[in-house]
């Protein structure tokens, strides 16, 4: 379907003030110059976040002189009503969840550094996430039909595959973990992002590059272990997060398997055993020298407040807003702009999560992947590539069960399938104590599955 906006103004319903996210896509929008005609409405149940999203999006307005307008909503119902894009961007009880999850697993040996895509805290966490995705999405079928919802919400996997399986709309987990990997890549060979194009493989903050072009040439695997074996090790700061995500050990998998992780190490480490088992601690100290990127409650509140002074600071101090003419790594604008065949802004690829539908032979066709996509108007084209080698498809293929079983857990709240899906993860320490972890990570998400409007 073809979206067309000649006559009217475009509406974009923002579900979740993010501090971190919200403002960077209306960054990019701004920048674009061809959405001029779109009317940003917000809405949160966090009524502050709302209220300091808002502003710092109307001084950015202001400070280009923009025709976009943002308001805020009092409803979902409001926000969602005539949409022609919603997009998702929310955490179900918040970082007291989260660490309370994390607390428990600690109890049986198990560690996490992030714990929103694998390990028990993110098969913990779609219990509290599924409904309301799927609440959303259902006002979306009664509200705003045939808009599409655009989710940066995690685990990403598992959300964007619940909505494509159990509703009418069309979902698109949009993450920038790819972009890592992408900015080291041009890094190590001293040219402009842009011009770096990937192929990506696998599930959400574990796929695999299979192919790299650097301005319309092949990149061959020797010379890109060569390259980027110096800025592997330094590693990246990301802004946005004000952490230093170094790659050392997804580049040493690279050498070992000739697969190149999408991602730092801050992700990669959790999908496999060797990093975070009971025998990578020696003397409470971890032997891969993971210690600094383990879960932490505290530093993610430190973090959050970090996050909420400075947008504070931007809306409401006297200095203009810094950075406004920095696109961010988001890609929203890239997807409505590819929605509307407007062309993209920055990018002719994208690296989505989205529902296989047999573009990798050998996983299943309903299965959720991230994969290197085109946008048209009829939505995300993933690209086809040749089927797996045996070590991709069996790293895969059992992430694509967890994630099948950690949904079904979810949405049927079916307690067997919790179970399994922990039996499935690579973090998992000790058979014996599983269902006491199960009995226990399940009863502290049970007063959050009803969705609250």
């Given at each position: 379907m073809l979206r067309r906006f000649d006559g009217r103004r475009r509406k974009i319903a923002f579900i979740g003030a993010s501090y971190k996210f919200v403002h960077q896509a209306i960054r990019d929008f701004l920048l674009?110059?061809?959405?001029?005609?779109?009317?940003?409405v917000l809405y949160d149940i966090?009524?502050?976040?709302?209220?300091?999203?808002?502003?710092?999006?109307g001084r950015m307005i202001r400070q280009k002189s923009s025709r976009i307008t943002v308001s805020m909503a009092r409803s979902?119902?409001?926000?969602?009503?005539g949409a022609d894009y919603a997009i998702v961007s929310v955490l179900v009880g918040g970082l007291d969840v989260a660490e309370a999850e994390d607390n428990i697993c600690q109890e049986y040996g198990i560690r996490h550094t992030v714990g929103d895509t694998v390990g028990p805290m993110c098969t913990s966490r779609c219990l509290r996430m599924?409904?309301?995705?799927?609440?959303?999405?259902?006002?979306?079928e009664k509200y705003c039909p045939g808009a599409p919802m655009i989710s940066?919400?995690?685990?990403?996997?598992?959300?964007?595959?619940?909505v494509n399986t159990h509703t009418k709309v069309q979902c698109l987990g949009v993450c920038h973990g790819t972009g890592f990997q992408i900015g080291q890549i041009a890094r190590a060979f001293h040219v402009d992002e842009n011009a770096v194009c990937v192929d990506v493989v696998g599930v959400n903050h574990l796929g695999f590059i299979q192919r790299v072009e650097i301005e319309g040439q092949d990149i061959p695997a020797a010379v890109l272990k060569r390259k980027l074996e110096a800025v592997a090790k330094a590693g990246y700061l990301d802004t946005a997060t004000r952490t230093v995500d170094a790659s050392e050990w997804s580049f040493e998998f690279f050498k070992l398997t000739g697969l190149l992780p999408n991602n730092g190490d801050h992700h990669f480490v959790e999908f496999f055993p060797w990093f975070l088992a009971r025998h990578a601690f020696v003397r409470g100290r971890n032997v891969y020298g993971l210690d600094r990127k383990l879960h932490s409650a505290a530093a993610r509140r430190k973090n959050k407040a970090w996050f909420r002074e400075t947008v504070s600071r931007w809306a409401y101090g006297a200095d203009p807003i810094p950075d406004m003419d920095r696109y961010g790594g988001e890609n929203l604008m890239d997807i409505i702009l590819g929605l509307e065949n407007q062309g993209y802004?920055?990018?002719?690829?994208?690296?989505?999560?989205?529902?296989?539908?047999?573009?990798?032979?050998?996983?299943?066709?309903d299965c959720n992947l991230e994969l290197t996509c085109h946008i048209t108007p009829r939505g995300a084209q993933p690209v086809q590539v040749a089927p797996l080698a045996p070590y991709p498809l069996g790293v895969l293929m059992p992430l694509v069960s967890l994630n099948a079983l950690s949904m079904?857990?979810?949405v049927e709240k079916d307690r067997q399938a919790f179970l399994e899906a922990l039996l499935l993860d690579p973090l998992l320490q000790d058979f014996r104590s599983v269902r006491a972890l199960a009995d226990r990570l399940w009863k502290i998400n049970a007063k959050w599955w009803k969705p609250v409007k």
């Open positions: 674009c110059g061809r959405l001029e005609n779109t009317d940003v966090d009524r502050p976040a709302l209220q300091l999203e808002h502003d710092v999006i979902r119902r409001e926000a969602l009503d599924a409904p309301l995705l799927l609440d959303i999405a259902a006002d979306m940066v919400t995690n685990p990403m996997a598992v959300l964007t595959h619940a802004a920055k990018t002719s690829e994208l690296h989505l999560n989205v529902t296989n539908g047999g573009a990798v032979p050998n996983l299943p066709a079904k857990a979810a």
